[in-house]
C-alpha cells in the first residue's frame, strides 16, 4: 500500500477518524490494528511470522533480563536469617552483580543471534552462499551450498534494529521491559515508520503511542502540509530526476555517455536519493503528526554538510545514531580497544593513540552502514570508501585544524563555507556511482568516462534534453531543485515553511494545500514504468 495512493490516504483516513471517536485509553488499539492490517496488505501474511518473531523473542528476552535484574537488587539488599536481614559484603555485591550480568548477558546474546540470523539469513543468505560456491568452484571442490533466495519481509531491518535496540536498553538498564506484548507490538510494527524508518527509541516513541492524543487542529495541519511536501517531494521531484538517471546509468556505454552528461546524471541521483527518502520520511512525520505523535528527525539539510562525517550526523540520523550507541561505542570502549589506546600512547604518540581506536572504530561502523545498504559486494566497497572519508577526518583532525591555521583560513567566512560544501557534495557523488551502477567494473568505467572526457557544450546545444525529458521538463525540475533548496536554507536557519502555513488564515492554507494537490496531479509522473511503491529506501 504505497504512501501515496488512494488506498493509502483512504485508509489513513479512516483509521484517524477511529483513532479520535474511540474513547482516549482504547486509542493506542486503534493504532495496534491499523499497523496490523497495513504490515498484513503490504507485507502479506508470510510476512507476519518473522515480525511475530521478533516480537515475541523481544518481549521474552527483555522481560526475563528485567526479571533477573530485579532479582539481582533483592539479593543486594542482603540475605534474609532468623537474626534479620545480613548485609552483603562489598565481594559477595560485587559476585552477585557479576553473576546476574552473566546470566543477562546470555539471554541477551541469544536473542540478538536469533533476530539478527533471520536478518542475515533472508538478506544475505543467497550473497553468502553464491560467494562461497564460487570459492568452491577455485579451489575445485565438488560441494556446493544450497543457493535459496528469500522473500524479504517489509521493514525487515528497521524493524530489527529498533527491537534489538530496546532489548540492548533493557539489559543495559535504561528503562524496565514493556510487559504487555501488545504494546511492544505497536512499537515494533507502528504502520507509518515500518516501511522506511525512521529507526525508532522505545523510550521516545512507545510512551506517545499509548498516550491518549486528543485532537490538534495545528498539529493536524502541519501534519498535512509535511504529507503534501513529501509526496511534492517524490513525484515531481524524484521520480523526473530518475528518469534521467535511468537513462544515463543504464545505457551510459551503449550510447557513450562521458563527461559532464555523466556529472549531471550523478548529481540528479544524489536529488532523487534526497527527494524520494526524505519525501518518504515527510510523509511519515505528517502522518504521525496527525495523530499527535513526534518522530525524531531523520533528516537536517544534508547537502549543507560541510564534511563527510558531518553529512552522516545529517543523513538517514536515526541509523547513525543507532550505529553510534549500539555499534561504534561498545567497540570503541571495549578492553581490546582500550588496551590497545595505552600502548600506542605509550610506544607510539600521545595524541595517534588517542585517535586511532576511534578511527578504527568507526572504520567497521561505516563497512557495516555499507553493508546494510544490500547484499552486493558494490555496497561493501561504498561501505569502505565512506569509511576512509570518515575515519581519517577522526585521525587528521588536529593536523587539519593546524593547517587551516597556519594557511588563516576563518572557519565562518562564506566562501569557505561554500567550498567545504563543493568538497563534501563532490566526495559524496563519487561514492554513489558505487551505488547507482550494477557493479564495480561498471562502476570503474563509468568514472573513467566523467574524468577522460571534457564537454561543456552539453549544456547548450540542447544535448541535456534527449535524456528521457524534454525542454519544459527539465526546466521544472531545476526550478523544483532551487524550490527545495531554499526551503533547506529556511530550516536551516531554525524555521519550517509549513509551520508558517500552518499559521496563516483559512482561505490562505486551503490555496496552498489546494495547488500543492493540482501541482502533483499536474506535474507528477506517472509513466511507464512507474511504480507506486518503489521508495529506494524501501528495500532495506
Known amino acids: 500500500m504505497a504512501f501515496f495512493s488512494w488506498q493509502f490516504i483512504l485508509f489513513l483516513t479512516v483509521s484517524l477518524a477511529v483513532y479520535y471517536i474511540v474513547p482516549g485509553r482504547f486509542r493506542w488499539l486503534v493504532l495496534l490494528a491499523s499497523s496490523a492490517w497495513y504490515y498484513v496488505v ?65 539471554v541477551m546474546v541469544l536473542v540478538l543471534l536469533i533476530n539478527f540470523g533471520i536478518l542475515i539469513v533472508l538478506k544475505y543468505g543467497f550473497f553468502v552462499s553464491t560467494n562461497l560456491n564460487g570459492l568452491l568452484e577455485r579451489f575445485h571442490t565438488s560441494g556446493r551450498l544450497p543457493e535459496v533466495s528469500f522473500l524479504i519481509p517489509l521493514g525487515l531491518s528497521f524493524y530489527t534494529f529498533q527491537t534489538m535496540g530496546y532489548l540492548i536498553d533493557v539489559y543495559r538498564g535504561k528503562y524496565s521491559a514493556e510487559r504487555n506484548i501488545l504494546r511492544l507490538c505497536l512499537f515494533t510494527t507502528y504502520f507509518p515508520s515500518v516501511l522506511q524508518g525512521p529507526i525508532n527509541r522505545f523510550d521516545d516513541l512507545a510512551k506517545q503511542l499509548y498516550e491518549p492524543h486528543t485532537f490538534d487542529d495545528l498539529q ?21 530526476a530518475a528518469i534521467i538517471v535511468n537513462e544515463v546509468f543504464g545505457n551510459f556505454e551503449t550510447s557513450r555517455y562521458a563527461g559532464f552528461t555523466l556529472v549531471v546524471g550523478i548529481l540528479l541521483y544524489s536529488v532523487q536519493l534526497y527527494c524520494d527518502f526524505a519525501g518518504g520520511m515527510d510523509i511519515v512525520f505528517g502522518a504521525s503528526q496527525m495523530f499527535g505523535i513526534h518522530l525524531k528527525e531523520n533528516f537536517r539539510q544534508p547537502y549543507m554538510a560541510r564534511s563527510v562525517s558531518e ?19 561498545p567497540i570503541a570502549l571495549s578492553k581490546p580497544f582500550a588496551k590497545m589506546q595505552k600502548t600506542l600512547k605509550k610506544n607510539v604518540n600521545p595524541y595517534f593513540g588517542k585517535v ?52 588563516r583560513v576563518r572557519e565562518e567566512a562564506a566562501g569557505w563555507k561554500l ?18 551502477v550494477p557493479d564495480m567494473p561498471t562502476v570503474i568505467r563509468a568514472l573513467k568516462a566523467t574524468f577522460s572526457t571534457f564537454n561543456p557544450y552539453i549544456f547548450f546545444d540542447g544535448s541535456l534534453y534527449t535524456l528521457g525529458v524534454d525542454e519544459r521538463n527539465f526546466g521544472l525540475l ?63
Open 42 to 106: 503490504g507485507g502479506g501474511l508470510k510476512s507476519c511470522v518473522y515480525v511475530l518473531v521478533t516480537v515475541i523473542t523481544t518481549y521474552l528476552g527483555a522481560v526475563i533480563i528485567d526479571n533477573m535484574q530485579r532479582k539481582v537488587d533483592e539479593q543486594l539488599k542482603g540475605r534474609s536469617t532468623e537474626a534479620g536481614t545480613v548485609k552483603l559484603s562489598r565481594e559477595e555485591k560485587k559476585q552477585v552483580k557479576a553473576l546476574g550480568q552473566k546470566k543477562k548477558k546470555r
Open 220 to 240: 493536524f495541519r502541519e501534519g498535512l502540509l509535511r504529507m503534501l511536501w513529501g509526496i511534492f517531494k517524490k513525484m515531481i521531484i524524484a521520480e523526473r
Open 311 to 329: 553529512f552522516w550526523q545529517r543523513w538517514h540520523i536515526s541509523l547513525g545514531n543507532w550505529m553510534k550507541d549500539y555499534v561504534f561505542y
Open 356 to 407: 586511532f581506536p576511534s578511527f578504527l572504530a568507526s572504520f567497521m561502523v561505516f563497512v557495516l552502514v555499507g553493508i546494510w545498504h544490500g547484499a552486493n559486494w558494490k555496497f561493501v566497497y561504498y561501505g569502505l570508501y565512506q569509511a576512509t572519508f570518515v575515519s581519517t577526518e577522526t585521525l587528521f583532525e588536529k593536523p587539519y585544524a593546524d593547517l587551516r591555521r597556519i594557511c
Open 419 to 436: 567550498f567545504q560544501m563543493i568538497r563534501t557534495l563532490t566526495i559524496l557523488s563519487i561514492g554513489r556511482y558505487v551505488d547507482v
Open 478 to 540: 531545476i526550478l523544483m531543485i532551487l524550490l527545495i533548496a531554499a526551503v533547506d536554507v529556511i530550516n536551516e536557519r531554525g524555521q519550517t515553511v509549513r509551520g508558517i502555513i500552518a499559521r496563516q488564515q483559512f482561505p490562505f492554507r486551503w490555496i496552498v494545500y489546494l495547488a500543492a494537490i493540482a501541482a502533483v496531479v499536474v506535474f507528477g509522473m506517472y509513466g511507464p514504468g512507474f511504480n507506486m511503491s518503489s521508495f529506494i529506501y524501501a528495500q532495506f
